[in-house]
C-alpha cells in the first residue's frame, strides 16, 4: 500500500505526523497484490484445513512415529524456516532429539544428519528454490521425508515420501498466506506425530480463520492506528519469546522485504544483550506478548523500552486496537501472531510512500544460492 502523488516522499523517507495528515488529505491509497494477500489468508487457512484433514496420512504418520528414527530433522529457508520453529520447540518439550536448520546450512555442513534413521521435515512453500533443490540431490542414505509446500508439481512434493499441500494459491511476494497455511499444516503434522485426538486437532485449527477475518475486518483503522504509533521511526524491532520467536523472526525478513527499511525479529531477551543500547525516541520495538512467563517479561520490556525514551506497543489478546490479537487457543497463537506485524508493515511502507511488497531486486522463488 502506497501514497501516489506528483511529488511522492523519496524511497526509504518515513513521513512525520504532519505529512502524514497531508498525505491522508491529498493522496489516494494504492490497494497492491501484497494487502490482497494479506486480507485473503482467512480463507486460504480454511482450504488449507479442508484440505490436510481429508488427507489420508494415517499410514505414514503411523510409520514417522513408530519408526525406529534417532532425530527428526526441521529445514527450510527465509519465512518457511520461521514457520518451523514452534514444531521444533513441541517435539523438544516432548523429548524428541528434533533439529533445526537453514537448509543451506545443512546441506553444506551437516549433510551428514541425513541418514536412515533420520526423520526429515521440509517446509517451501515453492518446494524449488535453489537450496531445496540442491537438498534432493544430495546423495545420501535414505531418510524418511515430509513435505510441507503449496505446490502440487513441484521437485519437493514429487520426491518426498509424504506431502503435507497447503491451499493457499498464487502469492504475489511476500510471504503471508503461504507462511499461515504452513504454520497450520506443521501444526497438523505435530499433533499426529504426537497422537494428539483429531477432533481436538481439528477444533483448535479450525478458531484460526474466523479469528483472522475478525481481525481483518479493521484492517484501515488498524493501518492508521499503527502510523501513528510509528511516524518518525528509524529503527524498528519485532520480539518475542517460545513459539512467538517464529512471528518475530518473519517480521523481521518481511520488514525487509515489504518496506525497504531495515527492522530485526529477534528474541526479547537477546534484545536486552546489546541492542537495548541503541534506545533513543525514534527506535520502536513491537513486543509479542505470548503466554506464561513469558507474557510478564513482554509487558515488562514494552515499559522499560518506554522509560529509557523509545517506542513500543504489546502484541496481546488483552490489547486494543490493531495490537489485539484474537483470542485463539494457545496452540495456533503463532498463526494469528503475524496479524500486527503485517499491518506495521503497510503502515510503514504508507508512511514511506511505496507500496507494500512490490519487489525490485529479488524474485519470489530464490533461483540462486
Known amino acids: 500500500m502506497a501514497w501516489v502523488s506528483p511529488e511522492p516522499p ?29 486480507l485473503a489468508q482467512p480463507a486460504a487457512l480454511s482450504d488449507t484445513l479442508a484440505a490436510i484433514d481429508a488427507a489420508s496420512l494415517g499410514d505414514t504418520v503411523k510409520r514417522c512415529r513408530g519408526g525406529r ?20 520447540l513441541r517435539l523438544l518439550r516432548h523429548g524428541w532429539n528434533a533439529i533445526l536448520l537453514e537448509t543451506a546450512e545443512l546441506i553444506h555442513f551437516v549433510p551428514s544428519l541425513l541418514g536412515p534413521e533420520t526423520l526429515l521435515v521440509v517446509c517451501s512453500q515453492s518446494g524449488r ?29 514429487e520426491r518426498s515420501d509424504a506431502v503435507l499441500l497447503t491451499r493457499a494459491g498464487a502469492e504475489f511476494t511476500v510471504s503471508s498466506k503461504t507462511y499461515v497455511t504452513a504454520l497450520m499444516a506443521l501444526q497438523w503434522l505435530g499433533d499426529a506425530l504426537l497422537d494428539v485426538d483429531r477432533e481436538r486437532s481439528r477444533a483448535e485449527l479450525s478458531q484460526a480463520a474466523p479469528g483472522m477475518a475478525e481481525y481483518l475486518q479493521h484492517w484501515r483503522e488498524h493501518v492508521r492506528e ?28 518481511i520488514l525487509k522485504e515489504s518496506t525497504h527499511l531495515h527492522g530485526e525479529g529477534m528474541s526479547a531477551a537477546a534484545f536486552r544483550h546489546g541492542p537495548f543500547e541503541m534506545m533513543h ?14 507474557a510478564g517479561l513482554a509487558s515488562r520490556l514494552v515499559q522499560d523500552v518506554v522509560a529509557a525514551g523509545g517506542r513500543a506497543s504489546l502484541a496481546a ?26 499491518i506495521l508493515t ?13 519487489f525490485e531486486r529479488i524474485e519470489k522463488v530464490t533461483a540462486v544460492e
Open 317 to 342: 489478546t488483552a490489547a486494543a486496537g490493531a495490537f489485539r490479537l484474537p483470542n485463539v487457543p494457545g496452540s495456533i497463537r503463532p498463526i494469528v501472531e503475524v496479524l500486527p506485524i503485517e
Open 226 to 253: 499503527v502510523e501513528a504509533a510509528v511516524a518518525g521511526v528509524r529503527d524498528i524491532f519485532v520480539l518475542g519469546r517460545g513459539p512467538s520467536l517464529a512471528a518475530a523472526g518473519l517480521g523481521g525478513l
Open 129 to 157: 528454490s535453489a537450496e531445496i533443490v540442491r537438498l534432493l540431490d544430495l546423495e545420501q542414505p535414505d531418510c524418511f521425508s515430509v513435505a510441507v509446500t503449496n505446490t502440487a508439481d513441484s521437485p519437493l512434493a
Open 69 to 88: 528414527f534417532r532425530r527428526v530433522v526441521l529445514t527450510a529457508m527465509g519465512g518457511s524456516y520461521w514457520a518451523l520453529y514452534p514444531l521444533h
Open 10 to 38: 523519496a524511497p526509504g523517507c518515513i513521513a512525520t505526523a504532519a505529512d502524514r495528515l497531508r498525505c491522508h488529505n491529498e493522496f489516494m491509497v494504492i490497494e497492491g497484490g501484497y494487502l490482497r494477500d494479506i
Open 281 to 294: 525516541p525514534a527506535l520502536y520495538a513491537l513486543v509479542l506478548a505470548g503466554d506464561g512467563e513469558g
Open 346 to 358: 503497510l503502515a510503514l511502507a504508507s508512511l514511506a510512500g511505496r507500496e507494500a511488497g512490490k
